[in-house]
């Protein structure tokens, strides 16, 4: 059981961008508002540099984002009043490392491929990203300066080959992103989130924590999970859009709750489909050190 001053403590020191997802059997409703989940956009947190959701509509996807502080935007309380439902919703708010606070570089991104939309959301590091993850398929070149676009678009470019034929099963699916998670943690910490339409992938690595105001060494766990037909939090309001129970799996860079939230090992990665664990490989801790 997590302990709920400790969830509190974590929140209060989880400075670095902040990932959140959910996968559902059904679809589901999530309600951002302005409340302790948007502060981390800016009013308690470092997170000031934007914020963004996506929710998956069949195969495109609704993206509403941008690059300011969360607590301070209508679209933050457009978006808690319009309960959008959907049965895989991704999330994030930001600290910029890289890239300056501009709409561009607010995550998540968007790429339409093979007659799907491909979302995708990232916190880390990686250094040497330019030299290291060349870029070669016109069709995916990033729009903004960050890393973690870049690193988008290299996965997408991985997966060319796969997709060529039509939508690859899972498991070829899981082997791709599995070998681009290893290719990237070896540039710094990198932890994501990427949905292609089909199936939600979960990649634990390393984040860093602020215990003393400053930022401290990366550590594990960077991700946590836990399994819940509704989930409500301040600021956070989840439950199913439909008068049935739903199967759901929520994601979150910290515990939300005092619940028993299971930490994703450094290494994991997970393909979910219809809010259960459909696949997971296990790259191990890596060699990546500060």
Known sequence: MVNLEKTRENWKNSRMCELFAVSSQHRVSLTYSLNEFARHGGLSHLNKSGWGMSFQQNSDTLLIKEAKPAFDSPWVRFVAEQETSSHCILAHVRYATTGDAVYEDTHPFKREAWGTAHVFAHNGDLHRFHDALSLTNSHFQPL????????????????????QKGMPSLEERLQKIGATADCLRTLGSSNFIYSDGDALFI?????????????????????????????????LKLRPSENRESRTLIFASVPLTDDDWQPLPRGSLLAIKGGGIAARLDLGPGDWQE
């Open 144 to 163: 903004g300066q960050t890393d973690s676009e870049h690193a988008f678009c290299y996965l997408m470019e991985q997966l060319v080959p796969v997709w």
């Open 203 to 235: 990649h634990a690595d390393l984040r860093r924590y602020d215990d003393t105001g400053v930022f401290g060494p990366r550590r594990s766990p960077a991700l946590h999970y836990i399994e819940r037909r509704n989930l409500h939090v301040d600021g």
